[in-house]
């Protein structure tokens, strides 16, 4: 993982208080990130004092609560398949009236009990913002009153990538143009990035449309290579020599040696295996050039999935391209589908195109010299090589329960519904039943109870894991997964509240308080104790998405039964403290029990004014 998730430091416990309920206080770290090796975090004076002797009743077998800082270890709930689903009437507009029972859904053609659903709006995931009302310091933090802050916040993140070492001059100016036009259908929590395939334009995840538009005048045509002379001999482009080279079509070939015959030896029949030595060392250069160009492409594509699945919320990839020829490597491995429905990544594809038709004499601008004897196949071959170009943009977009758009002149129709969140969508889950760990691939349907004649669109399946984890594993990418989402988990009751107070005008104090309600958690007795470990994880996001700093907190429970039973009705509340800038802050909080394996989800948002 990149800086979202392999931040690592360590917090030290400081503080524990047991009276009407339990307060866990830790030392507050630092937003430049982790501390040198050996280095000891500065510890909070207002919270630095030991426990009192009466805080938590202990016998032989030790305190009934304790608490360490580990460092944090940010991975979707492995029993759980979420899918999420869009459906569309005749005219293209979103269904919004179903319900659960309206969903049919198998899992290798075994129909699942759905066993969780949501209806989701671009306000579902709406968090509330702690604003200052009055002057706070050090010694008298308050918590603020709370005001809605949806429309400042990232909740969803969209990364335009443009194929721009594919695309030609005419096809990038159509692009940049229809481009401009998609970001009124931006909503305020709507992050944008734009990138492209050539590595030459990286404009990070912003709301600042200004900057998305200054973006664009960056978008040209930046091919790997140098452009083949005007009429090679012999003349043959990159699906041709694919067929010759990695598919060994003998036809393929033979066309190309009867051009060589043609063009390089005047018709000289006498010269048919030099003609097919020279046939076969241009299939070969061209071949090569395509696949490193396809692969660069494919590179460029990766980088930017990884960058985007460290984002917290729903991702979205929106490829703009007139397509490219899969190399044979890539036809075998196909794992950017794979990659895309690991992270939870929707990509909507574009034909840079728009609307075409296959050209049967090439570019008119310099019609091709073909023979009697060729000019049939290299006709073929050139009409099959722009259909090609297409089948990966269907498949990217079709293996993630995307959208494709092509054959169409309004590219800016499409380029606003690819970008812009649908106005709803259905998110089902369901836990497999009887699941091998095998690594192997499990083909997802949806379907619709009545006969209705809607589109569907989601994701067609997901990879069982390859192999057992042991527990501590399996709970940190339990833990790691819902970090770096958005979905509120209720397994476990909790509440989430944020305190802050500004040390000078750069720095600031950031706790989060977290409530656990005893009640809901599933302890395990054991000598004469109730036994269980919580885990709390937080990470702190900027108001971009890019992740700031977060830690973990374990807390141990062995508790006898009269502080069991006075935690039942108090509850206890862990305080976690960070070292922040002013500015506007996503705050996410997860909790896991390590006894009956739930977890709890909140989102929050703080505003420390500069």
């Given at each position: 993982m990149g800086r979202s998730g392999q931040i690592r430091f360590h917090r030290r416990a400081i503080g524990l208080l047991l009276a009407s309920g339990l307060v866990i206080f830790t030392a507050p770290v630092h937003c430049q990130g982790p501390?040198?090796?050996?280095?000891?975090?500065?510890?909070?004076?207002?919270?630095?004092?030991?426990?009192?002797?009466?805080?938590?009743?202990?016998?032989?077998?030790?305190?009934e609560v304790s608490s360490h800082d580990t460092a944090p270890t940010f991975k979707v709930r492995v029993n759980l398949v979420?899918?999420?689903?869009?459906?569309?009437?005749?005219?293209?507009?979103?269904?919004?009236?179903?319900?659960?029972?309206?969903?049919?859904?198998?899992?290798?053609?075994?129909?699942?009990?759905?066993?969780?659903?949501?209806?989701?709006?671009?306000?579902?995931?709406?968090?509330?913002?702690?604003?200052?009302?009055?002057?706070?310091?050090?010694?008298?933090?308050?918590?603020?009153?709370?005001?809605?802050?949806?429309?400042?916040?990232?909740?969803?993140?969209?990364?335009?990538?443009?194929?721009?070492?594919?695309?030609?001059?005419?096809?990038?100016?159509?692009?940049?143009?229809?481009a401009t036009r998609i970001f009124e259908s931006?909503?305020?929590?709507?992050?944008?990035?734009?990138?492209?395939?050539?590595?030459?334009?990286?404009?990070?995840?912003?709301?600042?449309?200004?900057?998305?538009?200054?973006?664009?005048?960056?978008?040209?045509?930046?091919?790997?290579?140098?452009?083949?002379?005007?009429?090679?001999?012999?003349?043959?482009?990159y699906y041709e020599a694919d067929q010759i080279v990695n598919f060994h079509s003998s036809q393929a070939l033979a066309v190309a040696t009867e051009e060589a015959?043609?063009?390089?030896?005047?018709?000289?029949?006498?010269?048919?295996?030099?003609?097919?030595?020279?046939?076969?060392?241009?299939?070969?250069?061209?071949?090569?050039?395509?696949?490193?160009?396809?692969e660069y492409v494919y590179r460029h594509l990766e980088d930017t999935m990884r960058r985007l699945s460290g984002m917290p919320g729903q991702r979205v990839m929106v490829l703009i391209s007139p397509g490219f020829i899969l190399t044979q490597n890539t036809r075998e491995g196909g794992d950017l589908v794979d990659r895309a429905n690991r992270a939870n990544i929707v990509i909507n594809t574009i034909d840079a195109r728009g609307l075409y038709t296959p050209d049967l004499l090439g570019d008119i601008t310099d019609p091709p010299v073909d023979t009697v004897k060729t000019a049939g196949f290299k006709s073929s071959y050139r009409i099959q090589s722009q259909l090609a170009q297409s089948e990966i943009l269907g498949q990217l977009a079709d293996g993630t329960g995307g959208t494709f758009f092509h054959n169409r002149n309004d590219i800016d129709q499409g380029l606003r519904r690819a970008v812009a969140a649908p106005p709803l969508s259905y998110l089902l889950?369901?836990?497999?039943?009887?699941?091998?760990?095998?690594?192997?691939?499990?083909?997802?349907?949806?379907?619709?109870?009545?006969?209705?004649?809607?589109?569907?669109?989601?994701?067609?399946?997901?990879?069982?894991p390859r192999s057992l984890k042991d527990p501590a594993e399996a709970a940190k990418q339990e833990i790691q997964e819902a970090i770096f989402s958005q979905e509120e988990i209720h397994d476990v009751p909790i509440e989430l509240q944020t305190q802050f107070f500004k040390t000078d005008q750069t720095q600031a104090k950031l706790a989060v308080l977290t409530h656990v309600d005893v009640k809901g958690i599933h302890f395990r007795k054991a000598a004469g104790r109730s036994n269980d470990d919580l885990t709390f994880a937080t990470a702190i996001f900027d108001e971009n998405g890019n992740y700031v700093i977060g830690g973990e907190k374990i807390v141990q429970m062995h508790l006898l039964d009269p502080t069991l039973n006075r935690l039942s009705h108090s509850g206890f509340t862990v305080k976690s403290s960070f070292d922040v800038k002013p500015g506007t802050y996503l705050v996410r909080l997860v909790v896991r029990d390590a006894e009956g394996e739930q977890m709890a989800a909140r989102n929050g948002a703080v505003v420390i004014p500069y």
């Open positions: 501390p040198d090796s050996g280095t000891t975090p500065k510890t909070d004076p207002a919270t630095s004092s030991p426990p009192p002797q009466s805080a938590a009743p202990s016998d032989s077998s030790g305190a979420q899918v999420r689903v869009v459906v569309r009437d005749s005219q293209g507009n979103v269904v919004t009236n179903l319900k659960k029972e309206d969903f049919q859904l198998q899992d290798n053609r075994k129909p699942q009990t759905i066993s969780t659903f949501n209806v989701e709006t671009p306000e579902s995931h709406a968090v509330v913002a702690t604003v200052p009302s009055t002057p706070t310091t050090e010694t008298s933090p308050a918590i603020e009153p709370s005001v809605p802050l949806a429309p400042a916040l990232p909740q969803r993140f969209v990364a335009m990538v443009f194929d721009d070492t594919d695309m030609l001059m005419e096809d990038v100016v159509t692009v940049r143009v229809a931006l909503a305020p929590s709507d992050r944008v990035g734009m990138y492209t395939t050539s590595g030459q334009l990286t404009q990070e995840f912003t709301a600042d449309h200004d900057r998305l538009k200054e973006s664009l005048l960056g978008i040209v045509p930046h091919p790997l290579s140098t452009a083949k002379g005007s009429h090679d001999c012999p003349d043959i482009n015959i043609q063009c390089a030896f005047r018709g000289d029949r006498t010269q048919q295996a030099a003609a097919q030595a020279l046939a076969q060392g241009e299939a070969d250069r061209t071949a090569s050039a395509g696949d490193q160009q396809t889950g369901f836990s497999p039943q009887n699941l091998k760990v095998d690594g192997r691939y499990h083909t997802l349907k949806v379907t619709l109870a009545g006969k209705q004649k809607f589109t569907i669109h989601a994701r067609h399946g997901y990879y069982a």
